[in-house]
């Protein structure tokens, strides 16, 4: 996306107080910048209306769901008088940002349109980041800072107002926490010069008691750095997961597939795998009580399981049953047994064109950005019930929520890797399934997590030792390999170590080795994964009992730069010897 088409506030209108009932879904509220993110949003609502008019695809609404732009220049008002740029930079824990954000006060002059907001809706709402450096091709700020949802449900306006602007000045803080900061000084960004939007705008989903939810969210990706079967890098990828998006970015269970092959699932070897390795539990705005707590991000969110989805009635489309006297699946919900949240009703009966929807909208935005992109989406399915003589054209649309657009980076260097460099008792690591192209020759540290001590239930303790050594190899300007178990990154500390990206920020090849217990594919749509490309981080997958290896002797021979019972950060003699091809998937670090 360039800045030609990434028009300024003053490209839409002012804020209407009707808001939902406004002829403007797109509004502003102030005269300064959008922010990256809804410039994506502004740019994709344009080119969906060129190439994705109502009608395109019958009985189903594709749009951007109703927001309002909050601009920087409200920001930088909030910032100045209250004094806040002291206590923003001096290094101060999360908690103390926010908590001096929330004593604040937002400018007078913007509190009319907050307050008309809340008094024109009463569904849930999503205060999301848009700062000046988000979605950028080089350096995205993927999940960096935050997003919250709030309920808005409250019988009293006051109450409800309330929670907007502490969700704002939510946003305002995270601006300043501890992985922005770490995540800026990687690009050499000063913290001082960043400026944030916020974007206010409607949840996609509907209501089944107290949760709130879409029946599916999810994440294109035009390319795929892991593909499996018959597909091919440049066929894309799509992850899906029932309920909020939170699942997928924060790199959860998904389900995952090749556009171009719908019916193929994830590789597992058999029905058994599939049951244990697919999604289990679900993200939704909590309509209930909660628990006070306004520097929590997830303060209105839920998660339950599928039988909470099931009485929801929202599984007879998306999950398929396990008959364990044929130990195969059968599609659908029509009998008892062990739900399977594989999508295939929707991408192998087609009850919904879903998966012809997802190429479409993947198409256009690919050739109007000129690059490949990643999408993300949120979906919900009108009442499957069986309409009566008349009533088709009463019966509402499927929704199709487009909420972001962002340009990915596919490195296009050619790297030998000669198949006798695999057999060399140089090798200190080996995959097949590689991201990233490059090599490099500058690396002396390695920090790796101990095989022989490694458990699942010590993998947020894992994530806070490797902080501290990250920390002090930042410091020192000293980039290093990482290697670990599970999937990096992802919120469920069961299926890998659960960092975020500024404390390892100063990793510069990344290798994940699975374990029979820990045996999940590559998230491909996650924060983490993306903010992990736009840096061009090599990551190399070494799958146990695959022809991969790591030569955790050789490194437990080095002596300790520091070490815990957990984790151990060495450096080689010499440098290590990098080597990655993501086109023929293989990928090698060799020691002298």
């Given at each position: 996306?360039?800045?030609?088409?990434?028009?300024?506030?003053?490209?839409?209108?002012?804020?209407?107080?009707?808001?939902?009932?406004?002829?403007?879904?797109?509004?502003v509220i102030g005269s300064g910048e959008?922010?990256?993110?809804?410039?994506?949003?502004?740019?994709?609502?344009?080119?969906?209306?060129?190439?994705?008019?109502?009608?395109?695809?019958?009985?189903?609404?594709?749009?951007?769901?109703?927001?309002?732009?909050?601009?920087?220049?409200?920001?930088?008002?909030?910032?100045?008088?209250?004094?806040?740029?002291?206590?923003?930079?001096?290094?101060?824990?999360?908690?103390?940002?926010?908590?001096?954000?929330?004593?604040?006060?937002?400018?007078?002059?913007?509190?009319?349109?907050?307050?008309?907001?809340?008094?024109?809706?009463?569904?849930?709402?999503?205060?999301?980041?848009?700062?000046?450096?988000?979605?950028?091709?080089?350096?995205?700020?993927?999940?960096?800072?935050?997003?919250?949802?709030?309920?808005?449900?409250?019988?009293?306006?006051?109450?409800?107002?309330?929670?907007?602007?502490?969700?704002?000045?939510?946003?305002?803080?995270?601006?300043?926490?501890?992985?922005?900061?770490?995540?800026?000084?990687?690009?050499?960004?000063?913290?001082?010069?960043?400026?944030?939007?916020?974007?206010?705008?409607?949840?996609?989903?509907?209501?089944?008691?107290?949760?709130?939810?879409?029946?599916?969210?999810?994440?294109?990706?035009?390319?795929?750095?892991?593909p499996s079967g018959p597909a091919r890098?440049?066929?894309?990828?799509?992850?899906?997961?029932?309920?909020?998006?939170?699942?997928?970015?924060?790199?959860?269970?998904?389900?995952?597939?090749?556009?171009?092959?719908?019916?193929?699932?994830?590789?597992?070897?058999?029905?058994?795998?599939?049951?244990?390795?697919?999604?289990?539990?679900?993200?939704?705005?909590?309509?209930?009580?909660?628990?006070?707590?306004?520097?929590?991000?997830?303060?209105?969110?839920?998660?339950?399981?599928?039988?909470?989805?099931?009485?929801?009635?929202?599984?007879?489309?998306?999950?398929?049953?396990?008959?364990?006297?044929?130990?195969?699946?059968?599609?659908?919900?029509?009998?008892?047994?062990?739900?399977?949240?594989?999508?295939?009703?929707?991408?192998?009966?087609?009850?919904?064109?879903?998966?012809?929807?997802?190429?479409?909208?993947?198409?256009?935005?690919?050739?109007?950005?000129?690059?490949?992109?990643?999408?993300?989406?949120?979906?919900?399915?009108?009442?499957?019930?069986?309409?009566?003589?008349?009533?088709?054209?009463?019966?509402?649309?499927?929704?199709?929520?487009?909420?972001?657009?962002?340009?990915?980076?596919?490195?296009?260097?050619?790297?030998?890797?000669?198949?006798?460099?695999?057999?060399?008792?140089?090798?200190?690591?080996?995959?097949?399934?590689?991201?990233?192209?490059?090599?490099?020759?500058?690396?002396?540290?390695?920090?790796?997590?101990?095989?022989?001590?490694?458990?699942?239930?010590?993998?947020?303790?894992?994530?806070?030792?490797?902080?501290?050594?990250?920390?002090?190899?930042?410091a020192a300007k000293r980039p290093y390999?990482?290697?670990?178990?599970?999937?990096?990154?992802?919120?469920?500390?069961?299926?890998?170590?659960?960092?975020?990206?500024?404390?390892?920020?100063?990793?510069?090849?990344?290798?994940?080795?699975?374990?029979?217990?820990?045996?999940?594919?590559?998230?491909?749509?996650?924060?983490?994964?993306?903010?992990?490309?736009?840096?061009?981080?090599?990551?190399?997958?070494?799958?146990?009992?695959?022809?991969?290896?790591?030569?955790?002797?050789?490194?437990?021979?080095?002596?300790?730069?520091?070490?815990?019972?957990?984790?151990?950060?060495?450096?080689?003699?010499?440098?290590?010897?990098?080597?990655?091809?993501?086109?023929?998937?293989?990928?090698?670090?060799?020691?002298?």
């Amino acid at each position: 996306m360039t800045r030609a088409a990434s028009p300024s506030s003053s490209a839409f209108p002012a804020f209407d107080r009707r808001f939902l009932e406004s002829d403007a879904d797109f509004s502003v509220i102030g005269s300064g910048e959008l922010g990256g993110k809804a410039k994506g949003l502004a740019f994709i609502r344009r080119i969906l209306a060129d190439r994705c008019p109502p009608g395109t695809f019958p009985d189903i609404e594709i749009s951007i769901p109703r927001l309002t732009v909050v601009a920087t220049d409200i920001f930088a008002q909030f910032m100045e008088r209250n004094s806040l740029y002291e206590v923003a930079l001096s290094g101060a824990p999360d908690e103390r940002i926010a908590h001096a954000f929330l004593k604040a006060e937002l400018p007078p002059l913007v509190l009319g349109d907050l307050r008309a907001v809340i008094d024109r809706t009463h569904t849930p709402l999503a205060v999301r980041s848009s700062s000046l450096l988000e979605d950028a091709l080089n350096h995205p700020f993927a999940g960096t800072y935050a997003t919250k949802m709030i309920p808005n449900n409250q019988p009293d306006a006051a109450a409800r107002f309330a929670r907007l602007v502490e969700a704002i000045k939510f946003i305002y803080a995270s601006t300043f926490f501890a992985e922005a900061q770490s995540y800026r000084q990687a690009i050499g960004q000063a913290s001082a010069e960043e400026r944030m939007a916020v974007i206010i705008q409607e949840v996609v989903g509907r209501r089944h008691g107290n949760r709130f939810y879409p029946d599916l969210s999810g994440v294109v990706r035009t390319y795929n750095f892991y593909p499996s079967g018959p597909a091919r890098p440049e066929d894309g990828v799509v992850s899906l997961a029932l309920g909020l998006g939170k699942t997928i970015v924060d790199g959860g269970v998904t389900w995952c597939y090749s556009p171009a092959y719908p019916a193929h699932g994830p590789p597992y070897g058999s029905v058994r795998d599939l049951l244990s390795n697919t999604q289990t539990a679900f993200w939704a705005v909590n309509l209930g009580q909660a628990p006070y707590d306004p520097i929590s991000e997830v303060e209105y969110l839920i998660q339950a399981d599928l039988t909470d989805a099931e009485y929801d009635g929202v599984l007879d489309r998306l999950a398929s049953t396990y008959d364990p006297e044929s130990d195969r699946l059968i599609i659908g919900t029509g009998r008892r047994g062990p739900r399977v949240i594989n999508f295939a009703p929707l991408l192998e009966m087609e009850d919904i064109p879903l998966n012809r929807l997802i190429q479409h909208v993947a198409t256009i935005c690919r050739e109007a950005v000129g690059a490949d992109v990643e999408i993300e989406f949120a979906m919900t399915l009108n009442d499957r019930a069986r309409p009566g003589p008349g009533d088709l054209a009463t019966r509402p649309p499927h929704r199709f929520g487009f909420l972001q657009l962002r340009p990915t980076q596919v490195a296009e260097e050619a790297v030998e890797v000669p198949d006798e460099l695999l057999r060399s008792p140089r090798v200190l690591v080996y995959s097949d399934l590689v991201l990233g192209n490059g090599a490099r020759n500058d690396l002396t540290d390695v920090v790796y997590v101990r095989p022989e001590t490694f458990s699942a239930a010590q993998s947020r303790r894992i994530a806070a030792e490797l902080e501290l050594i990250n920390r002090e190899l930042v410091a020192a300007k000293r980039p290093y390999l990482l290697i670990g178990f599970g999937r990096w990154g992802s919120s469920d500390p069961w299926l890998g170590i659960p960092v975020n990206w500024g404390q390892i920020s100063g990793a510069r090849v990344i290798v994940e080795a699975t374990l029979p217990e820990m045996n999940v594919e590559p998230s491909q749509g996650s924060h983490f994964f993306h903010n992990m490309t736009s840096f061009r981080v090599p990551y190399l997958t070494v799958r146990h009992g695959g022809p991969g290896r790591i030569d955790f002797s050789f490194l437990d021979r080095l002596s300790a730069a520091k070490e815990t019972d957990l984790v151990r950060h060495v450096r080689t003699p010499s440098p290590l010897e990098v080597r990655v091809n993501c086109r023929i998937g293989r990928g090698l670090v060799l020691h002298d």
